[in-house]
C-alpha cells in the first residue's frame, strides 16, 4: 500500500477503526463502545504500539467519529473504507455515492442489525470529511462468484425473484484474504482448490476454486451453517413451528434464541467462548466436551460437504481467533476427515506460536495451513483499489475533455 487508509466497522452502539499503512507493525487501531452511554470510551493502540484508553461520555457515532479522526489527522488518511456486512448484489467494492448508499439501504432487510449501524457511520463521515474518497467494502461480496446452483435454496422461485430470497454468504474479506495468502504461501497464488475455515465467535467455512468462491457455509444471514459462539448454524426449519405449537413462542423469541443463546453457549449451558470451553472440558465438564465435539464434527461435515464445489483438493486453511489459536480444535476437526488424505504433524500443529502463518502437515495429501486473517488490511487494500481506479477514470475523461 501507498497510502493509509482508515477503516471502519460501525456496529449499533462501537464502532472499530484501523489506520492501515505500509507496514503492520505501524497500523493504529481502536474500538469506541458503549456510544450513546455515559460510559462510552474509546480503547485502542496508539503510535509506537502505545495503548490508549479515552472516556467520551454520551458521546454517539458522529462525536465519536471526530475525536477518533482528530487523533489521526496528522496521519493524512487518503481514504476511508467502511466495513459493510451486506451489499445485496453488489459483487464489488464501491466508492460511496448517493447511489450505493441507497442500495446499501435496499438490502438492510437482509441485514437488520448490521446495515442500519454501517449507514450510521458512514453518514457522519460523509457529513465530517466531505473531501476524502469513501468506500464501502462488503462482507458478502467475494461470494457473488457462487454458482446459482450453490447459492439458491430449494423454495418457490418467486421469492427468490421478488425478494431476493437467496444464499450470500458472509465473511468474504477474511476468506478472500486468508485463501490470497494461503495460496500465495503454498506456491500457487489463486490456483487449485482450497477450502477455509474462519472459525471465531461467528464462524463460517469457503470453498475457493483458482481464487473464487464457489460456496460457502452462511446464507441468507450469518445464523446458516457450522456451530458459532452463540449462533445455532443449520437446524431443521421446522424447529420455528414445533416452538410456536409446543411453547407458545413467537417468531421474535425463536429469532433470539437461534442468535444469541445457542451455539457453543447452549450447548455448554456455560460460555460461548472456545477457551474457557476447553478449560472447563478438561477440568470434566461433559457438557463443554460435547459442545467442542459438536462443533468440530459439524465444522467437518460443512468442509467436506463444500468440497463438492470443488474439482479437487489442494489444502485447507484454519483463521479467526479459534483457527489460528487452537491447535486442539485444529486436530479435533482434521481427525473427522480421514477419507480426505490430510496427514496432519502433531509437533507441527502444537508448536505453532500464537498470531504466526504457518504449514501444519507432514507433506503428503492435501497441505493444512494456519493463515492469521487481516480483514482491516484487506478492506484498507480494496479502498486503494477502488480510489486509483476512479482516480484513472477521471483522468482519462479529462484527457478526452481536452482532446475534444
Ligand atoms: P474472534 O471472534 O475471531 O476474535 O475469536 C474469538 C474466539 O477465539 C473465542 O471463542 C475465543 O475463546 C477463541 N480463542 C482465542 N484464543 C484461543 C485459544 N488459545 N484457544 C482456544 N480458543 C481461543
Known amino acids: 500500500m501507498s497510502t493509509s487508509v482508515l477503516v471502519i466497522n460501525c456496529g449499533s452502539s462501537s464502532i472499530k477503526y484501523a489506520l492501515v499503512s505500509e507496514r503492520r507493525e505501524d497500523r493504529i487501531f481502536g474500538l469506541a463502545e458503549n456510544l450513546g452511554s455515559a460510559d462510552a470510551r474509546i480503547k485502542g493502540v496508539t503510535t509506537g504500539g502505545e495503548a490508549l484508553e479515552l472516556s467520551i461520555p454520551h458521546a454517539d457515532h458522529e462525536k465519536a467519529l471526530e475525536t477518533i479522526l482528530e487523533r489521526l489527522s496528522h496521519h493524512n488518511p487518503q481514504a476511508i473504507g467502511h466495513r459493510v456486512v451486506h451489499g445485496g448484489t453488489l459483487t464489488k467494492a464501491e466508492l460511496l455515492t448517493p447511489e450505493i448508499i441507497e442500495r446499501i439501504r435496499e438490502a438492510t432487510p437482509l441485514a437488520p442489525l448490521h446495515n442500519p449501524a454501517h449507514l ?122 414445533f416452538l410456536a405449537s409446543n411453547l407458545g413462542w413467537d417468531i421474535y423469541k425463536i429469532d433470539k434464541m437461534l442468535n444469541s443463546q445457542s451455539g457453543l453457549l447452549g450447548l455448554s449451558d456455560l460460555s460461548n467462548d472456545m477457551r474457557t470451553l476447553i478449560e472447563a472440558s478438561e477440568q470434566g465438564n461433559e457438557d463443554a466436551a460435547l459442545a467442542i465435539e459438536v462443533f468440530c464434527y459439524r465444522l467437518a461435515k460443512s468442509l467436506a460437504g463444500l468440497s463438492c464445489g470443488l474439482p479437487r483438493i489442494d489444502g485447507l486453511f484454519f483463521t479467526g481467533g479459534i483457527g489460528e489459536n487452537s491447535a486442539y480444535i485444529r486436530e479435533k476437526t482434521v481427525s473427522y476427515l480421514p477419507h480426505f488424505g490430510f496427514n496432519l504433524s502433531k509437533d507441527l500443529n502444537n508448536n505453532l506460536k500464537r498470531g504466526t502463518e504457518g504449514r501444519i502437515d507432514h507433506g503428503t495429501g492435501p497441505q493444512i495451513w494456519v493463515v492469521p486473517t487481516d480483514e482491516e488490511g484487506r478492506i484498507a487494500k480494496e479502498t486503494e483499489h477502488v480510489v486509483d481506479e476512479v482516480k484513472a477514470a477521471a483522468k482519462k475523461s479529462d484527457a478526452y475533455a481536452a482532446i475534444a
Open 120 to 241: 450510521v457511520g458512514i453518514d457522519a463521515t460523509m457529513r465530517l470529511f466531505p473531501e476524502l474518497p469513501q468506500v464501502a467494502v462488503f462482507d458478502t461480496a467475494f461470494h457473488q462468484t457462487m454458482p446459482s446452483h450453490a447459492y439458491r435454496y430449494a423454495l418457490p422461485k418467486f421469492l427468490y425473484t421478488h425478494h431476493n430470497v437467496r444464499r450470500y454468504g458472509f465473511h468474504g474479506t477474511s476468506h478472500a484474504y486468508v485463501s490470497e495468502r494461503g495460496s500465495m504461501l503454498a506456491g500457487s497464488f489463486k490456483q487449485g482448490g482450497w477450502l477455509t475455515a474462519h472459525l471465531g465467535n461467528g464462524s463460517s467455512t469457503c470453498a475457493i476454486w483458482n481464487g473464487q468462491s464457489v460456496d460457502t457455509s452462511m446464507g441468507l444471514t450469518p445464523l446458516e451453517g457450522v456451530v458459532m459462539g452463540t449462533r445455532s448454524g443449520d437446524v431443521d426449519p421446522s424447529i420455528h413451528s
